[in-house]
């Protein structure tokens, strides 16, 4: 998604804080449009403290280690009292980290183990974030499949969610995993690997962090490659008419729709072999901005805010890039946000889309695009991908504005579409709704019992999710 | 300029008319030159320079909404809020940047030290 640039937006933005925040705010506030009693939950106080990447999401540990290596990790592990959980960069929504008991922190074990040039593999510590990863392989020639859009996250908790991006015949970065290492909550360090643990594989590859804590993965990699990155706006029903096309035609095609407008944005990016390359503009980042900015000025008068976008939009204006592949797949948000996003099996992707858009478009607050991507399916048990190539879409709402009608109102659409939930999106979804979604779902409560009998890495959010009540 | 945000940047005018009076101008966006000596740049002492790479590289060595390494125009403002308010966003989070800027074991010196080294001149 395309973000602001606050070093442009800056002066615009000091001005409405310091000049007109009282009359704008008092406006918006009088017409409905923001509920200042929805606002962010307030910071704890006291103690250790945590919350993720949007603050939606807060704990007071007991503890809130960050080990340098596995043999601290396992130590800890061992010594912990009470509930474990771990974090790479708090980029989930969901509740999957707070607890009361430890929470674990990644960012120490960062960095390539090694590199199978033969075999295209690489092991990598599993607190690496995808960006750094990206860099590390590039500098010696190599490259992941394909990334998600944001490339803050560390490799284990990106797989352990089901983080994927976007190509109708790429799959989420979990199923390129071909071995990992997971230290338990005794301490003791299960390696796992896909040539003679195919079911145990499929287990772990999304698991949630539950069954311990993944200090290590082996993925496969390709040689380092360029992309061509093309851009371009279209009215949304022209767009919702070629989707299912245009995915067939490039590597990687997703498109947005831009709220109240009428209009979507398609990206796709191909592979490039060019020498002619470009990196991208300093960027369409004032775009979250402007549709906010729009929000707020015509939010009351939906047909006039569609009548405004429309007049000033020119659908022949086009933007490319061509580079190194991590550098055009992922960017930086720089806007917070909250989140929800589900997949639904691929044929039914548009239709879910066309309901989804309906259903935001009945909240004059709503100003983020919402995102429709691609995913090739897979075999993970608990992969949202899980047997079915699929479509995912996505809604926010900024981090300091109402988000629960993203979840009120687009789940039932989902739902009657046969989607699943995003595992570190905002969903209401629990045992009974989940197990009835996932043919393996039993198979993997075993495993995870293995892994863990105590229950120790189940916080509560893991427990209505993964206990039967 | 990006389709989209020619189409409706021109939305702004009307807040930008009111603006112009009162307001100084933005700092120049970053150039590619920029952007690739960022990326190359690290912190000289060794144990700083791996906090840097695995946390702040991310959003502050690239094109981003992030003030960009060594690019003074974006920190000069910044700057300007006191070595005391940065330090505070840092630790705490600020607009898309997370608490500590994905440094769990950062301490508040290395935090300062971090902030030095990104809003420093050209290394």
Not at chain 1, 1 to 21: C, V
Not at chain 1, 169 to 181: E, K, N, S, T, Y
Not at chain 1, 314 to 331: F, G, I, K, V, W
Request: charged share 20%; glycine share 8%; aromatic share 8%.
């Amino acid at each position: 998604m395309n973000q602001p640039d606050f070093q442009t937006l800056l002066p615009r933005r000091q001005f409405i804080a310091q000049g007109a925040a009282a009359t704008l705010g008092g406006l918006l506030l009088s017409h409905g449009l923001l509920d200042e009693t929805q606002a962010a939950t307030p910071p704890v106080s006291g103690g250790l403290q945590w919350h993720n990447w949007s603050g939606v999401q807060r704990a007071t540990p007991a503890a809130l280690p960050t080990p340098a290596n596995e043999a601290e990790l396992q130590a800890l592990m061992a010594s912990a009292k009470g509930e474990i959980r771990a974090f790479g960069s708090g980029h989930s929504f969901t509740a999957l980290v707070p607890t009361t008991g430890s929470i674990v922190s990644l960012d120490r074990l960062s960095g390539i183990v090694s590199v199978d040039k033969q075999a295209m593999t690489a092991t990598i510590h599993g607190g690496t974030r995808l960006g750094v990863l990206s860099r590390a392989l590039d500098a010696q020639g190599l490259a992941l499949r394909n990334l998600p859009d944001v490339d803050v996250q560390t490799i284990a908790g990106a797989i352990s969610t089901g983080t994927h991006g976007t190509g109708i015949d790429l799959p989420a970065l979990h199923a390129d995993i071909v071995g990992m290492r997971i230290v338990t909550p005794g301490g003791k360090v299960v390696e796992l690997h896909e040539s003679k643990d195919r079911e145990l594989m499929a287990a772990a590859r999304v698991s949630l962090g539950s069954f311990g804590v993944i200090s290590q993965v082996t993925m496969r990699v390709l040689p380092a490659y360029n992309l061509h990155r093309k851009v371009w706006l279209r009215p949304i029903e022209d767009l919702l008419k070629q989707a299912p096309q245009l995915a067939q035609q490039h590597r990687c095609f997703e498109m947005y729709y831009l709220p109240f407008t009428g209009y979507g944005a398609a990206i796709s990016h191909d592979l490039y072999t060019g020498t002619d390359l470009m990196l991208p503009k300093p960027s369409d980042d004032a775009v979250m901005a402007d549709l906010r900015t729009l929000r707020d000025w015509l939010g009351r008068f939906p047909q006039l805010r569609q009548w405004a976008a429309q007049k000033f939009i020119d659908p022949n204006m086009t933007d490319e890039a061509r580079h190194r592949a991590y550098r055009l797949l992922s960017s930086v948000r720089p806007m917070k946000f909250n989140e929800s996003e589900w997949h639904v099996p691929r044929e039914q992707g548009i239709a879910c889309l066309r309901q989804i858009i309906a259903a935001i478009e009945k909240h004059n607050e709503a100003f983020f695009p919402i995102e429709f991507r691609f995913i090739k399916g897979d075999e993970a048990w608990l992969s949202p991908f899980h047997g079915r190539d699929s479509c995912s879409i996505a809604v926010h709402a900024a981090a300091d504005e109402p988000y629960e009608y993203l979840i009120k109102d687009c789940a039932p659409i989902y739902r009657a579409h046969q989607g699943r939930p995003h595992w570190g999106k905002l969903h209401e979804m629990g045992f009974k709704e989940l197990s009835a979604m996932y043919p393996r779902w039993a198979d993997f409560q075993r495993v995870r019992q293995q892994f863990d009998p105590q229950g120790r890495m189940l916080n509560a959010h893991l427990r209505k999710l993964f206990v039967q009540a | 300029m990006t389709p989209i945000k020619h189409a409706l940047l021109s939305l702004s005018w009307l807040p930008m008319l009111l603006l112009a009076a009162c307001q100084d101008a933005p700092p120049p966006p970053p150039g590619d030159q920029d952007v690739t000596r960022a990326e190359s740049l690290r912190p000289a002492d060794a144990q700083l320079a791996a906090k840097y790479e695995r946390a702040c590289l991310s959003c502050h060595g690239v094109r981003s909404a992030a003030p960009l390494t060594g690019f003074a125009p974006a920190w000069k403002p910044r700057l300007a809020q006191g070595a005391d308010v940065l330090l505070s966003h840092a630790r705490e989070g600020f607009n898309g940047m997370p608490a500590k800027g994905l440094c769990s074991d950062c301490t508040d010196d290395d935090l300062r030290g971090l902030i030095a080294f990104m809003s420093g001149p050209a290394q």
